[in-house]
């Protein structure tokens, strides 16, 4: 089966802690997205990577850090530095074509909770 | 402030209603324009999106949206909703920003009553 897989589903942490959020995709996609969703707030871009060793900022990149050291995986550490950490972040992926047209595929997403 | 903006947070319907949702975005020049949703329990998937062509466009489960550039606007709409249509239904935009960049919705929770 293809398709995006993050995990855990859902993950606590004490306030002070960074943790690092897991996202893997098997569909051969070059881009790779972090969301953060907040309730009435919709989707917000975190951080992407539209290919190997290559990442920019989103919207809301301020105490969250990527890598991209493999095609298939795009991990997302939430820092200490992050105001507002609980969240529900999802994961995509897309293909890199020309002119912004690709359908984005999501995880199931992973529920943080800070304590 | 540039955004996508979608008008209703929450809808209830009774089965067989018609549905309009309303996305309206503010950036001017080529946008490229799409619809997810998210059923209960499951991944968001895409339902449709608009490039270019006709402004009319067609996705699964019976949806269309219509593109109309004057208006800024990408409503989402189906004839008859049916109870399995309960979900959040998301409006994006993506626009060329020195990178393509998709700008979401805040999202339109849509309860159909059997």
């Known amino acids: 089966d293809g398709g995006i897989t993050q995990s855990p589903k859902y993950l606590f942490r004490k306030e002070g802690q960074n943790v690092t959020l897991s996202c893997e995709q098997n569909l051969n996609h070059d881009a790779m997205y972090w969301y953060r969703q907040d309730p009435g707030q919709g989707l917000r871009l975190i951080y992407y990577s539209q290919i190997v060793n290559d990442f920019q900022k989103g919207d809301i990149a301020e105490g969250y850090s990527v890598s991209r050291e493999k095609k298939e995986s795009f991990p997302l550490t939430v820092t200490s530095a992050q105001k507002n950490p609980t969240a529900f972040y999802l994961c995509?992926?897309?293909?890199?074509?020309?002119?912004?047209?690709?359908?984005?595929?999501f995880g199931p997403g992973t529920r943080l909770t800070v304590l | 402030a540039q955004s996508v903006s979608q008008h209703n947070h929450h809808v209830i319907l009774s089965e067989a209603a018609s549905l309009e949702l309303g996305c309206n975005y503010s950036y001017g020049g080529t946008v490229n324009l799409f619809w997810y949703v998210q059923y209960p329990g499951q991944h968001l998937q895409l339902l449709l999106k608009y490039f270019s062509g006709d402004p009319l466009v067609k996705g699964i489960k019976g949806f269309e949206a219509e593109f109309i550039k004057s208006k800024f606007s990408f409503n989402l709409r189906k004839p008859s909703v049916q109870w399995s249509d309960t979900a959040e239904y998301f409006c994006?935009?993506?626009?060329?920003?020195?990178?393509?960049?998709?700008?979401f919705g805040a999202g339109t929770r849509l309860f159909v009553k059997a």
């Open positions: 994006a935009v993506n626009r060329y920003t020195g990178g393509f960049k998709t700008i």
């Open positions: 995509a992926s897309s293909t890199r074509g020309a002119g912004g047209q690709d359908t984005q595929y």
